[in-house]
């Protein structure tokens, strides 16, 4: 059977949401359902991630959402890189005839509770991580950092590649009400940012942010009774690798050199097909090597691909047209799902991309991660 | 409202049965890695029964030479302890012992702006900032010129 996004919910961005994970969740989750009519009694499943514990799981959102009980549930320990298998799990479950109608969802506050490119506190550290937290080696805008330069050195890719997309997703955020971050950026204000860690400037580095965002999947019978036009999930790849940042053979290709090609031979498609990317883009590094991987330009040409308009509108394919991760803001990737399915609807406003039929979306970085695509119509 | 000074202490380990010969070792003044006492082959982070042959494996010391694979200069006070330190170097070191075989480690003794990727180190035993454990480091060491 297939499956579809049938709805969408999202809270306010913000830097400092003064509310509780629960609550947000609680706004998204709602939300998602109300966008599609659905009488929210029908919801019988429901998925999420947290890291670190830094969120609530669906039991006790759909209590406080009035469902006295779900079909089944799923509560995901990871962050981006178990984005696009929360979104294939749910649909494999309705498939599997375990539930009818799942939310998604994905509420922090990565802004001002628990970021995950700060460590603070007296830690101790297990795990392969325990030989290298001592020399202050623990997060990833260091670990992403560490492989953008390894590219750097084979394939001559420059900072003002990196730089590239930053300043091309911002000027896509420019048009998006509901991005964090509007201001334009020139490639000086690239360049004249400050490091965090080199190769990485502030530029390069998501906008941490609080809030939530919830997706409503469900299978084509449902689909096709409810308000909004169905967005079908065509086919999903993933690749998660037990080898960490230090052991990866190749820092120049991600797990997307796995993922990337389960994906087209799923779907009979490929990079070329795509009408939008949403390019997970913790770092502006992970949007370098995940193009390469999953076939948009060859090794160390992305730099040029944005240079020359290939990835904004009238190019080949619009990368994030939200702004992404960098400008709209971190809702750890579901937020990029958000888009697509927007964009699939044509509901994009000042920046839809025109004729926008597939959309590939992608979500983790380095070892792990994984993909979907998207199309607006059913498969 | 009373000041209270923070020190800072760097991250610990938290060794397991099959880390701790690591740490052992660094006490001791050494760097060690699991080895395979059947293949040979090192492994690191260590197990306790090799990945590739399922052999018994035991910590031995290496010669502590390798080469920087790639490395970052951490200008971000990111994890506590460093703050008084920054910017650092931190490198991934590719161990002369086999192919792939890797640390990541801070560099001391270089200026970030001299460090280069293929760059020669030797390894040498530091303490853990504000913590009882010891931890190798690496140090640019002098080529001979082409
Ligand atoms: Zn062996």
Redesign the pocket.
Same mark, same amino acid.
């Not at chain 2, 059947?38 to 082959?41: A, I, Q, V």
């Not at chain 2, 590739?52 to 052999?55: D, I, S």
């Given at each position: 059977m297939s499956t579809a996004i049938a709805g969408i919910g999202r809270t306010e961005y913000s830097r400092n949401s003064g509310r509780t994970t629960m609550a947000m969740a609680a706004e998204a989750c709602r939300g998602a359902v109300a966008d599609t009519g659905l009488d929210l009694a029908e919801v019988d499943g429901m998925i999420c991630f947290q890291a670190a514990g830094d969120s609530v799981g669906p039991l006790a959102v759909s209590q406080s959402i009035g469902l006295p009980e779900l079909a089944w549930s799923i509560d995901m320990n990871g962050g981006g890189n178990v984005v696009a298998n929360v979104i294939a799990t749910a649909a494999a479950a309705i498939e599997a005839g375990l539930c009818r109608a799942v939310v998604a969802y994905r509420s922090l506050n990565g802004r001002s509770g628990y970021r995950f490119g700060t460590a603070t506190g007296k830690l101790s550290v297990g795990g392969p991580l325990q030989f290298e937290a001592p020399h202050g080696y623990l997060v990833p805008p260091q670990w992403i950092a560490m492989w953008a330069k390894r590219h750097q050195h084979v394939y001559g890719s420059t900072c003002e590649d990196l730089g590239q997309i930053a300043t091309t997703q911002r000027a896509h955020a420019v048009n998006n009400p509901h991005a964090i971050n509007r201001t334009p950026l020139t490639m000086d204000d690239y360049m004249a940012g400050r490091w965090i860690n080199e190769p990485f400037r502030i530029f390069d580095c998501a906008y941490e942010i609080d809030g939530a965002v919830a997706i409503l999947i469900v299978g084509r019978e449902l689909a096709a009774s409810l308000r909004q036009p169905p967005v079908w999930l065509v086919g999903s790849g993933d690749s998660q690798s037990g080898r960490g940042w230090t052991e990866w053979d190749d820092p120049t290709q991600m797990y997307s050199r796995y993922a990337a090609p389960r994906l087209w031979n799923r779907t009979g498609l490929s990079a070329e097909d795509m009408d939008v990317a949403c390019m997970y883009d913790c770092f502006t590094y992970t949007v370098m090597a995940t193009m390469e991987d999953f076939g948009f330009c060859e090794k160390g040409g992305v730099g040029e691909f944005f240079a020359k308009g290939q990835a904004t509108y009238g190019g080949d394919v619009v990368v994030n047209p939200h702004g992404g991760l960098l400008s709209e803001g971190y809702i750890h990737g579901l937020n990029h799902y958000y888009e697509a399915a927007l964009q699939l609807r044509g509901q994009g406003g000042e920046r839809q991309v025109p004729d926008a039929k597939l959309a590939l979306v992608t979500a983790g970085a380095g070892p792990y991660g994984g993909a979907s695509v998207l199309s607006s119509e059913e498969p | 409202m009373s000041v209270v000074t923070v020190v800072e202490a760097a991250p610990e380990p938290l060794p397991d049965l099959d880390t701790e010969g690591f740490w052992k070792a660094t006490a001791r003044g050494e760097i060690a890695l699991g080895r &395979?006492q059947? &293949? %040979? %082959?090192w492994q690191h982070p260590p197990v306790e029964r =090799?990945r590739? =042959?399922?052999?018994p494996t035991a910590f031995e010391p290496i010669s502590g030479a390798g080469s920087v694979y790639s490395f970052i200069v951490v200008h971000r006070a990111s994890v506590p302890g460093f703050s008084g330190l920054l910017p650092y170097v931190i490198a991934l070191v590719e161990l002369d012992e086999q192919p792939g075989l890797r640390l990541a480690a801070r560099l001391v003794g270089v200026e970030p702006s001299e460090t280069t990727i293929g760059q020669r180190l030797q390894g040498e035993i530091t303490e853990v900032f504000g913590s009882e454990y010891r931890i190798p480091v690496f140090r640019p060491v002098a080529t001979l010129a082409p």
């Open positions: - | &395979c059947s &293949c %040979r %082959r =090799c590739e =042959c399922a052999g």
